[in-house]
């Protein structure tokens, strides 16, 4: 499953991309210094953007851990969303591609094929929520795979289709009524390592 992904936007862009859906971001803590990133993974700290208490209209951008701590204290950094409805503690990833990892073609490689998903301009989704151990934190959902992830993995993240985002940070939006795979050609796929 999903344990890296990558961000290589700004958040004045991020910002821009949200305007344009009539949705404003509000920086309540500051606006985040956004370095492009390669590989974010389990316990870094990513950016999420998620509902002000309140404001239809309105978005906050925060930086938060990506996984909490699971019963067995292993992180839970991807979260099933079938037969979930999540109706609090929504909020958006900012990603622009993912990873997934599969056996290597070469026999003689030691370690995987890395394999990176990208869909312009698109985030991925995810809840948070807030622990004890180590504050507020997110995960990415889970589904079973769409055709462009199924020849690489068993299940994949949820994405989001742009038209979505607003409907997916309220909260009175049914979360199932949002969360579909993507049609076959919608991500593309290269092997970078």
Known sequence: MCNDYRLMVDADSIAKDFADLKIKIRFGEGIPNLEAREDIKITDVG?????????????????RRWSWPGPNKRPVYNFRSEGREFTSNRCLIIADGFYEFTDPK???????DKWLFTKKDEPIFCI??????????????TMAPGPDIAPYHDRQIVILERNAWAGWLDPTVSAKSLIRPLPAGTLAVEQVG
Do not use: H, N, Y
């Open 106 to 112: 070469d026999p003689k490689k030691k370690r995987k």
């Open 47 to 63: 950016p999420i953007v998620r509902t002000i208490d309140g404001a239809g209209d309105e978005a906050e951008l925060v930086q």
């Open 128 to 141: 948070w929520r807030d622990t004890p151990e180590v504050g507020q934190a997110f995960t990415m959902l």
